[in-house]
């Protein structure tokens, strides 16, 4: 009888349809007992030779019967309402926390954990708290009705049947911290196991490359072997909870039959009352037995519940406290202000007093070697962490004061990783902004330089794309995340490393092609080659978190420093790609 303070909780969402559920199992139980009273009538009259009323109690039986199948039925469907909407709340709350936590969160988690909890934890849950709960509230309260039944009609046979009751409901309770144990154990390893696999079927061709499918098979099949021993260890307690109830019950209603029946020798009950203690002795323990099938449906979720909490209370890296909304009227300045950062657990500060100004309506490039912050700016823009120290303002407007989804929307971004979905190329497009025509995809398509190529596959822009864009290069994936961005239309745009995957010559064109089209906006562009900034209105030069210089292009490059290094760098990279 494992209640977490989660599953309470996920079973306040559907109070209302709970409590009918709970009410119409109570009323199916109900109809047993009044079964078994007139079985029993119709018993005793049997053995006193008097069949009068019997064709009239053999028709209520038939009736009782006929309403607990409809009973049945409509607890089953308002059970599975209560069920639907406790999953569907938990769903998109624990959506929400996820978009909540951001980058920073999944940076720490395993994608194959948050799956397996998200989906088939919730399942658990739902379980849990349509079968499961309704069965326990029955199970408290019908028993004792019985038991007080019993004790008007045959009290010895509550002789029989109380201990019974007793070692039924509270023998396995001695067993409930190993059964939580086992059941997190479990869990644990289910969702490991979980992880494993996506993470191996998303990393396949690395896999291969590095001729490590063998061994990943090998360690998947260890994790699988892991799993079945947490299951048949997870199954020999819950077996041995369910043996104590079952000898409980059998126990029980031998007893209180064999009492029952001395009485009817002794002569201290009527027939009727042999009868009916005999039939409801049966009938105390159909509840407590009903609750042990439900225990298995719903024990997935009590074991998932853990995980589930921890997902839905992990705070965030940063407070959504700010209520500005981001609708400037002009595309706004960013300023970044003696900014200060260090990754948690890091012995040394990523980012060290980084001041600059990125002008309204300009293009902005952040250039530097790999590892001096570049990408660390973009998440403290984005708020993914707040700066240690300093400041970030937008539109002259600190960044924390702004809603967060509010500064997230009025910032597209196009990352070195892209992610496209498994739907068409138009669908794709049409997430940055629904309602865009198809004038307005083709527009941005080609301002990214890949409308040609859409126009050129058979069905065009209803070209429907392999799972992450696998059908497409990776030049062709960045630049559809490119026109995806452009279509978003926020008065900011960053590219961060967003066409790292395009030819050098025509990265510069795309580029170049990208701040035309991007018209007016604020625009940042973190990029490791050159050619693709050298046209940006200032270029920042990142060095070890710190800035080392800011100019354009020329003037860099005549003041020698980490600039001019880079460019040379790039140049000795090429001459030794053509030697
Ligand atoms: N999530 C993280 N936790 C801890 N340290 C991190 C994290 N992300 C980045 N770092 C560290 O911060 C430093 C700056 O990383 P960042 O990705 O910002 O550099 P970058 O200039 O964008 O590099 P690149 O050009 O290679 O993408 C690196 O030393 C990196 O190891």
């Given at each position: 009888m494992i209640v977490h303070p989660e599953l309470r909780r996920a079973a306040r969402r559907a109070r209302p349809p709970l409590l009918a559920a709970t009410l119409l199992q109570g009323a199916v139980t109900l109809t047993h007992l009044a079964q078994a009273a007139l079985l029993a009538?119709?018993?005793?009259?049997?053995?006193?030779?008097?069949?009068?009323?019997?064709?009239?109690?053999?028709?209520?039986?038939?009736?009782?019967?006929?309403?607990?199948?409809?009973?049945?039925?409509?607890?089953?469907?308002?059970?599975?309402?209560?069920?639907?909407?406790?999953?569907?709340?938990?769903?998109?709350?624990?959506?929400?926390?996820?978009?909540?936590?951001?980058?920073?969160?999944?940076?720490?988690?395993r994608a194959g954990a948050v799956r397996t909890t998200l989906v088939d934890g919730v399942e658990g849950i739902d379980a849990y708290v349509s079968r499961y709960l309704p069965q326990l509230l029955v199970t408290l309260t019908v028993p004792p009705l019985v038991l007080a039944v019993v004790a008007a009609v045959e009290p010895v046979a509550l002789l029989g049947l109380v201990p019974a009751l007793l070692l039924a409901l509270a023998g396995p309770r001695a067993w409930?911290?190993?059964?939580?144990?086992?059941?997190?154990?479990?869990?644990?390893?289910?969702?490991?196991?979980?992880?494993?696999?996506?993470?191996?079927?998303?990393?396949?061709?690395a896999l291969r490359a590095a001729g490590a499918v063998g061994r990943t098979r090998t360690r998947l099949e260890q994790r699988s072997a892991a799993l079945h021993r947490a299951t048949v260890a997870k199954l020999r307690v819950s077996l041995a909870d369910t043996g104590i109830t079952d000898l409980a019950i059998q126990g029980g209603t031998a007893a209180a039959a064999l009492l029952a029946c001395w009485s009817a020798v002794t002569g201290s009950t009527s027939a009727t009352g042999t009868y009916l203690v005999l039939l409801?002795?049966?009938?105390?323990?159909?509840?407590?037995?009903?609750?042990?099938?439900?225990w298995h449906a719903g024990y997935l979720g009590a074991s998932a519940?853990?995980?589930?909490?921890?997902?839905?209370?992990?705070?965030?890296?940063?407070?959504?406290?700010?209520?500005?909304?981001?609708?400037w009227p002009e595309p706004p300045e960013l300023c970044f202000e003696n900014v200060e950062f260090t990754y948690d657990g890091a012995r040394t500060p990523t980012l060290r007093g980084v001041t600059f100004t990125a002008r309204a309506g300009r293009t902005t490039a952040?250039?530097?070697?790999?590892?001096?912050?570049?990408?660390?700016?973009?998440?403290?823009?984005?708020r993914h962490?707040?700066?240690?120290?300093?400041?970030?303002?937008?539109?002259?407007?600190?960044?924390?004061?702004?809603?967060?989804?509010?500064?997230?929307?009025?910032?597209?971004?196009?990352?070195?990783?892209?992610?496209?979905?498994?739907?068409?190329?138009?669908?794709?497009?049409?997430?940055?902004?629904?309602?865009?025509?198809?004038?307005?995809?083709?527009?941005?398509?080609?301002?990214?330089?890949?409308?040609?190529?859409?126009?050129?596959?058979?069905?065009?822009?209803?070209?429907?794309?392999?799972?992450?864009?696998?059908t497409l290069?990776?030049?062709q994936r960045q630049r559809l995340a490119l026109a995806r961005a452009l279509l978003?239309?926020?008065?900011?745009?960053?590219?961060?490393?967003?066409?790292?995957?395009?030819?050098?010559?025509?990265?510069?064109?795309?580029?170049?092609?990208?701040?035309?089209?991007?018209?007016?906006?604020?625009?940042?562009?973190?990029?490791h080659r050159l050619a693709a900034v050298r046209h940006a209105d200032r270029i920042v030069v990142l060095d070890g978190g710190r800035v080392d210089a800011v100019g354009e292009h020329a003037a860099l490059l005549g003041s020698g420093g980490v600039y001019a290094e880079l460019v040379e760098a790039g140049h000795d990279h090429r001459e030794g790609l053509a030697a």
């Open positions: 009538v119709a018993l005793a009259g049997l053995a006193r030779g008097d069949t009068a009323r019997l064709p009239w109690l053999l028709a209520a039986v038939l009736a009782v019967v006929a309403a607990r199948a409809g009973l049945a039925l409509w607890q089953r469907r308002t059970a599975t309402r209560a069920g639907a909407r406790v999953r569907v709340a938990l769903r998109d709350e624990l959506l929400a926390r996820l978009g909540r936590l951001g980058p920073a969160h999944l940076a720490g988690a409930d911290r190993l059964l939580a144990s086992r059941g997190k154990e479990h869990w644990d390893t289910y969702e490991g196991l979980g992880a494993d696999y996506l993470e191996a079927l998303q990393g396949m061709p409801l002795a049966s009938e105390c323990f159909r509840p407590v037995r009903d609750l042990a099938r439900e519940a853990d995980g589930l909490a921890a997902l839905r209370t992990a705070e965030p890296a940063v407070r959504d406290t700010g209520t500005a909304s981001a609708d952040i250039v530097g070697p790999s590892g001096s912050g570049k990408s660390t700016l973009m998440a403290l823009l984005l962490h707040d700066p240690d120290g300093g400041r970030i303002t937008l539109g002259g407007r600190c960044t924390t004061r702004y809603a967060l989804d509010a500064l997230r929307r009025g910032i597209a971004v196009v990352s070195q990783e892209t992610y496209l979905f498994h739907a068409t190329i138009a669908d794709n497009l049409r997430l940055a902004r629904p309602d865009a025509t198809d004038d307005e995809l083709a527009r941005a398509a080609r301002a990214a330089g890949v409308h040609d190529e859409i126009a050129a596959f058979p069905a065009g822009y209803a070209t429907v794309l392999g799972e992450r864009g696998a290069s990776g030049g978003a239309d926020a008065p900011v745009l960053v590219l961060d490393e967003a066409t790292s995957s395009v030819d050098e010559r025509r990265e510069a064109d795309i580029v170049r092609e990208l701040v035309n089209a991007a018209g007016g906006r604020t625009v940042l562009v973190v990029a």
